[in-house]
């Protein structure tokens, strides 16, 4: 089959078009073969060499897929009401930009009602983020306010659409107008421009001076001080990235005095018994959001990855220049149909 690996640690251009065997199913597993697949920012971080692989799990990028079931463990798919020949898409650990790929069954999930499998591939590793994050840890409730930051990216699309759909108000931060206005687009109630407000301020305006519930946080950095300031009282701010730094001062008294909770986690590495009940929580609430497009993929752009050569890795390449650039709203995926 046809994958793209990381040649060596660098930009873009280490990612390269090779062979790889097919991968066989294991038990509790299924082989997918792939249509589609979500580039995400762990990728670029690996292939910088900045977020290995876990042990065990292939060193090919790639976290999210969607396709057909090619084989697989007749018992564990008869147990998720799987049959070969389902499209689903599934979150892995690895693995993802290949031809085929193998993913634990508890982690698959029906292409939802209507949509191709580039919109998919767009969805696991953000929608399995998000609710485990914002709803499972952060206990963000309907009526509740959450803020995002980042909200024009992969993470940030997500988590304003299916905070709205269960009943919260959404305030976002964006790096420019464009992006605040396409955040609006999706649902969200405020977007502040970081690049010229303070979104501390325009938080706690926003809401009265009561500040909000729930902060979902892929900066970390100088943002964690600000974030403290902005929580009501109970509020909880949970950190799933660091891309402003890993070290933060903030206020201790201040998250004693409104009883914060500061938490964080990474979705990667857990055991495949973590993310299955993740992706049954989203059967059941969101997946038929999906099917009704309450809730609706956002993909930016799409990349081959296959170009007419098969002999380079250049959709891929151009994919991660475009993520690094942050200059999308939603996104980014790999097809796997040969380009003429």
Request: proline share 4%; net charge neutral; aromatic share 4%.
């Amino acid at each position: 089959m046809k994958v793209i690996e990381i040649a060596g640690f660098g930009g873009p251009d280490v990612l390269r078009l090779a062979e790889r065997p097919v991968p066989v199913a294991g038990v509790g597993e299924l082989l997918i073969r792939v249509a589609a697949s979500g580039i995400n920012r762990p990728d670029v971080l690996q292939r910088a060499g900045k977020y290995p692989a876990p042990e065990g799990a292939s060193d090919i990028p790639g976290l999210e897929v969607a396709g057909t079931i090619e084989s697989g463990d007749a018992q564990a798919l008869s147990a998720a009401g799987l049959r070969i020949g389902d499209r689903v898409c599934a979150l892995v650990a690895g693995g993802g930009y290949a031809q085929y790929c193998v993913a634990p069954v508890g982690q698959c999930l029906p292409v939802p009602q209507g949509l191709t499998d580039i919109e998919a591939a767009s969805l696991p590793e953000t929608f399995f983020t998000v609710w485990s994050n914002v709803f499972d840890r952060g206990g963000l409730k309907s009526g509740e306010t959450l803020l995002v930051q980042g909200g024009s990216s992969g993470i940030g699309v997500t988590a304003i659409q299916m905070a709205k759909a269960l009943g919260a108000h959404v305030i976002v931060t964006a790096g420019t107008d464009e992006k605040c206005a396409a955040c609006l687009a999706l649902g969200a109630d405020h977007a502040i421009n970081y690049k010229t407000q303070d979104f501390q301020a325009e938080a706690l305006r926003l809401t009265d001076g009561c500040g909000v519930d729930v902060v979902l946080d892929m900066v970390a950095g100088s943002y964690v001080a600000k974030e403290v300031q902005c929580l009501a009282e109970d509020g909880r701010l949970v950190l799933i990235a660091v891309q402003g730094g890993v070290q933060c001062e903030f206020n201790a008294a201040l998250v004693m005095r409104k009883r914060l909770t500061v938490t964080g986690s990474t979705l990667r590495a857990r055991p495949v018994a973590f993310k299955t009940r993740i992706a049954q929580a989203l059967l059941q609430h969101v997946w038929p959001l999906l099917a009704v497009a309450r809730i609706k993929p956002v993909v930016h752009r799409v990349f081959a990855a296959l170009d007419a050569s098969q002999v380079s890795g250049s959709g891929a390449s151009q994919a991660h220049a475009l993520m690094e650039s942050n200059q999308h709203v939603g996104k980014i995926v790999l097809t796997w149909e040969a380009q003429a």
